[in-house]
């Protein structure tokens, strides 16, 4: 019997103060070395994890750290999973997609996508993406053989 092997990955995304945090004094406790990979809680705590993202990281940036390994499992059969997990105001809803709001960056392979967009629209478009050009290149292939 073959025995499956699984890879589980945990990263962290730390939130910006919100302004009304800020207007009302608030002062940020986390802070994330994305260096060795930790997240110090004031000065008491300290946790390490395979990725820590700054208050300050991009949702391209974000995706464009993520997404290589997950869409190659996923397009090769394999399952692949993202979750966020977090108390209520922590960025899940953002950082997954469906806060996605204005206006359409530049990209070629994605340009319909916002820089708000999340990680959930960013996976379908380059799913698709990516199976159009598997297509394309199986069609080249067959041409060549005939």
């Known amino acids: 019997m073959e025995t499956a092997t699984s890879q589980v990955r945990v990263g962290v995304r730390i939130r910006p103060l919100t302004s009304k945090e800020s207007s009302e004094g608030g002062q940020a406790i986390v802070t994330g070395n994305a260096f060795d990979h930790t997240i110090s809680l004031s000065t008491k705590r300290k946790f390490t994890y395979d990725s820590v993202f700054h208050s300050n990281v991009t949702q391209t940036e974000l995706y464009e750290d993520l997404s ?47 820089e708000s967009d999340g990680l959930i629209p960013r996976f379908m478009a380059d799913i698709f993406t990516m199976l159009i050009r598997r297509k394309e290149a199986s069609e080249k292939a067959v041409l060549h053989q005939s």
Not at 86 to 104: I, P, V
């Open 68 to 114: 290589p390994p997950l869409l190659d499992a996923f397009l090769n059969g394999y399952n692949a999973t993202v979750l966020a997990y977090g108390q209520t105001g922590s960025g899940k809803t953002y950082t997954m997609g469906s806060e996605a709001h204005g206006n359409s960056f530049d990209n070629d392979e994605n340009s319909s996508l916002n």
